[in-house]
């Protein structure tokens, strides 16, 4: 059964409240819920906010990943409504540990906001979105949580500290890096 066009579902998905309302829209949509369409526009805007904030780590993969988010909203026939992105609390991590703590807080949230987008589209009855969504974005990202997880516990063990210096912890974790995985 579906919700009554102008109902907000309670959800802790990022809402993109720019977003138009679904009434009078004249685009081709491929049988894309108004909801699972909002809440692809708000985890698409997350996805690229937390791209920026981690150029100070490069991660270009995050990059990467809001546009193909993008891309697959675009193809459904879904709009995008772009936001401000503010600038990021901290220009650069000077660390190891700091950075990979960051990186794991932000992937963990990004993570419960693709679960949370998954059933959502499950709930309105759209089973591709929530395919690609388990597919393409969060599969990949349980892998990389799983890695940053050992990682960071690999980084406590040897000693790596959260402050500027340089210690032999930060040494041997650069001597490895070359064993991970791109």
């Known amino acids: 059964m579906a919700e009554p066009p102008g109902k907000k579902l309670r959800s802790s998905l990022p809402q993109c409240s720019a977003h138009p309302s679904s009434g ?6 491929q049988n894309l819920p108004a909801a699972v369409e909002e809440a692809l526009c708000g985890v698409g805007g997350l996805m690229w906010d937390r791209a920026y904030k981690l150029q100070a780590l490069e991660a270009l ?6 546009e193909a988010m993008l891309g697959y909203l675009a193809e459904r026939g879904g709009k995008y409504c772009s936001k401000d992105i503010q ?4 220009e ?9 703590e960051l990186l ?26 929530a395919s690609v ?3 393409h974005f969060l599969a990949p990202r349980v892998d990389r949580l799983k890695l940053l997880g050992d990682l960071l516990t690999s980084a406590r063990r040897i000693g790596c500290i959260s402050d500027q210096t340089r210690g032999f ?4 974790l650069n001597e490895l890096q070359e ?3 791109k």
Request: aromatic share 2%; net charge negative; charged share 25%.
């Open 87 to 90: 600038k990021p609390g901290c």
């Open 179 to 181: 064993e991970l995985p």
């Open 61 to 66: 993969k995050q990059q990467a990943e809001a």
């Open 133 to 135: 969504v388990k597919s």
């Open 92 to 100: 650069a991590v000077c660390a190891v540990l700091p950075a990979l």
């Open 169 to 172: 912890g930060e040494y041997i």
């Open 24 to 29: 009078g829209s004249s685009r081709v949509r």
């Open 104 to 129: 794991l807080l932000q992937l963990k949230e990004e993570a419960g906001a693709l679960v949370e987008l998954s059933q959502l589209a499950r709930e309105h009855g759209d089973p591709h979105t």
